[in-house]
């Protein structure tokens, strides 16, 4: 299953691509985030969340385009940011893929 959300930001989307993949950062765009501790330089991160706590284990990034974290120990398969022009604006959209139908409804809140 997948959850995603779009928001615009007056930003562009270098500036918020550069957010997005700065651990200590990442919070300003998803505030279900408490915090983020890297376990293996530029590789493996702890993210403790509203959710539950994440361990991502694989990124995979295009540059000013997306990025997107495949996680272990966690109820998501992976959750992501799709950064896209729009106009003078940026439009982001955050995403997660999970398996239980159930939590469906938890993620949706803590998206919006």
């Known amino acids: 299953m997948r959850v995603e959300k779009k928001i615009e930001i007056n930003s562009t989307p270098k500036n ?4 997005v993949i700065d651990g200590q950062k990442t919070q300003i765009l998803n505030p279900a985030l408490d915090k983020v501790i890297e376990k293996e330089e530029g590789q493996k991160f702890l ?6 706590d994440m361990l991502i284990v694989d990124t995979e990034r295009v540059e000013n ?3 997107t974290w495949y ?3 966690s109820d998501m398969n992976s959750i992501g940011y799709i950064v896209e022009p729009k106009g003078d ?3 982001v959209t955050i995403w997660t893929e999970f398996e239980k ?8 809140k803590v998206a919006d």
Do not use: A, F, P, Q
């Open 47 to 52: 993210l403790k969340s509203d959710v539950g």
């Open 65 to 67: 385009e997306h990025v």
């Open 101 to 108: 139908k159930k939590l469906r409804k938890g993620y949706e």
């Open 89 to 91: 604006n940026t439009e």
């Open 71 to 73: 996680m272990e120990n």
């Open 16 to 19: 918020v691509y550069d957010i």
